[in-house]
């Protein structure tokens, strides 16, 4: 298509407001070691949650606070899944499986089933083997670890990550740092109690869970988010920029929550939704 140009080995550095600040002049851009800068009418920023929001940071700006920031909201409220893995094992019983995924249940995610606090999302992890396990259980001797993998159905639990401003992405310099304030590991440590619960009562005497730390990213969000209100939100509810009328970010960087199940469906929904509301305000011919 003669009306597309893609740009391989581009990494971009910032976006440069246009005089009036309202719009998005240029991006800047570096390739093959050089700084170049392309000057389009509409910008739609698609980096990811951590990216996009550092690009935004990164950009210069009359306050030094970045593009898109009048709420100052840009790289705040950053969110992760609190999840665990979980092993029920039965050394009685073989799982030949190569990849179960085909299993999932909720019956946590409004209460724990008594009433009390939501909990979240249970789903089969996959398939687990014995080097899996060595990575994270370095003494064990392989032949145990081999045995627990294949006597083992292997699941995946996830909580939600509460929005918290304090939780945020900065940049210094070309650096990306993290600031990533956990929340809600009450729910997390429900989920885990009940199930551990359920699998024993289903006959798997052994049990094992363990929470993935912060070095696993688990659906990173949040740090872009979209909402009605331009003093608390740089985002509008199609994902505009309520300061550069020209700039769209659409990632998962816009969710104002994280809930408790996996983003991807919501995420491409919402590309489509703004994609058609572009399509019929910004590209009418």
Request: glycine share 6%; net charge positive; hydrophobic share 40%.
């Amino acid at each position: 298509d003669r009306n597309i140009r893609l740009e391989t080995g581009a990494h971009v550095e910032y976006l440069e407001a246009s005089s009036d600040a309202r719009t998005i002049a240029a991006v800047h851009y570096r390739q093959d070691g050089r700084l170049k800068k392309v000057t389009p009418k509409l910008v739609i920023l698609s980096a990811g949650a951590v990216n996009s929001a550092a690009i935004l940071l990164r950009s210069p700006s009359p306050n030094g606070n970045g593009l898109a920031n009048r709420s100052d909201q840009v790289g705040r409220n950053f969110m992760n899944h609190n999840s665990s893995a979980m092993l029920a094992i039965d050394p009685r019983r073989r799982n030949t499986s190569v990849y179960q995924k085909t299993l999932m249940l909720n019956d946590y995610y409004l209460s724990d089933g008594k009433g009390g606090r939501p909990l979240g999302n249970v789903q089969l992890l996959g398939k687990i083997d014995g080097h899996i396990l060595r990575a994270n259980v370095k003494l064990a001797p392989k032949f145990a670890l081999d045995f627990m993998a294949g006597h083992a159905v292997d699941w995946y639990l996830m909580c939600e990550d509460l929005p918290d401003p304090e939780s945020r992405i900065m940049v210094d310099g070309k650096d990306i740092v993290m600031q990533w304030r956990r929340s809600n590991m009450q729910s997390l440590d429900g989920l885990t109690k009940v199930m551990r619960e359920n699998f024993r009562a289903c006959g798997y005497p052994i049990v094992l869970s363990r929470p993935f730390d912060k070095r696993t990213p688990s659906h990173q969000c949040g740090t872009v988010k979209m909402g009605d209100d331009p003093a608390t939100s740089p985002l509008d509810p199609f994902c505009r920029s309520f300061d550069h009328k020209n700039l769209f970010v659409v990632d998962a960087g816009f969710l104002p929550n994280s809930a408790a199940v996996n983003p991807a469906l919501s995420i491409a929904a919402q590309a489509l939704r703004v994609a058609d509301h572009i399509r019929k305000t910004e590209l009418v011919a």
